[in-house]
């Protein structure tokens, strides 16, 4: 199995991620990509966050990297400026002004942080029920705006359970409660399916995606890549589409997706 498409894709500008911009272009294009997404993680002005995201200097050649490679490669792939942002009501203004002002074509939403009096603080250093109930609202928020394409691993909170009981999964029916009422699809992670963590679930969670089959929210796929060699992984594509068919996820198509972009650039 393969897809044509994907809209989650990293720079090495953010500290985690290697290989050159060109790298993901040439990579995506010969596994069949048609439609490839730079979403690095959201450079944030006044804001540092070493090896998580780029420093907020470098936009200007992220965006004139991607815009060149878009112009080069014009003939054999359409390629996509854009960012995935952790929703942060201090910083509305400015993901506004990317979409209006700057030329980005799209904002997907990925809460890894979260904002307390100017310090980002990562969500998984705390397990207590109002933590999980944050994660649930800023994302409500972010998908209140109209700004964000998707909401990128959605199950990301997982990380934070050693079982899928019934609090995972009264967390995972109130996100797709939210994803339903906003028109909101939800990502099914490939670059989860890498990780390994002692004692505690991973993402993308099998039992998630149950849940997100019985509620029949809307699904997209996401590489999430941090290497160009990524492409190349079909297992976790196999994986992806496994779970697709086992429980009827409710897929979008790309043409929709792409609808989308243009609709909120237009």
């Known amino acids: 199995m393969k897809i044509d498409y994907c809209l989650h894709t990293h720079t090495s500008r953010c500290g985690h991620a290697t290989g050159t911009d060109e790298m993901y272009v040439q990579e995506a294009i010969k596994i069949g990509v048609t439609d ?3 979403s690095d993680h959201v450079f944030l002005p006044g804001l540092r966050n070493p090896v998580a995201r780029g420093d907020y200097s470098l936009l200007p050649d992220y965006k ?18 854009g960012f995935e942002c952790e929703y942060f009501d201090e910083y509305l203004d400015y993901y506004k002004s990317l979409l209006n002002n700057e030329g ?12 307390n009096d100017g310090e980002l603080f990562y969500f998984r250093n705390d397990l207590s029920p109002e933590n999980l109930q944050r994660y649930v609202h800023e994302i409500e928020k972010a998908m209140k705006t109209g ?16 079982s899928f009981d019934e609090n995972a999964e009264k967390i ?3 996100l797709c409660r939210l994803s339903k009422k906003y028109d909101i699809p939800f990502e099914l992670n490939l670059n ?17 995606w149950r849940v997100v089959g019985e509620e029949g929210c809307l699904v997209c796929v996401g590489y999430d890549s941090h290497q160009p060699e990524f492409f190349k992984e079909t297992k976790y594509i196999n994986r992806a589409y496994d779970w697709i068919e086992k429980y009827k996820l409710n897929t979008i198509s790309k043409e929709e997706l792409i609808k989308r972009i243009n609709k909120k650039t237009s």
């Open 36 to 38: 490839l997404g730079f």
């Open 64 to 81: 004139n990297s991607v815009l060149s490679l878009k112009e080069k490669y014009k003939k054999d792939i359409n390629i996509y400026l």
């Open 104 to 115: 980005f074509d799209y904002l997907i939403v990925g809460q890894h942080f979260f904002l």
């Open 147 to 162: 700004l964000f394409l998707y909401v990128a691993h959605p199950d990301l909170y997982i990380t934070l359970f050693s």
């Open 172 to 174: 995972a029916r109130e």
């Open 192 to 208: 989860g399916m890498t990780w390994s963590l002692p004692a505690t679930l991973t993402y993308p969670n099998e039992d998630f």
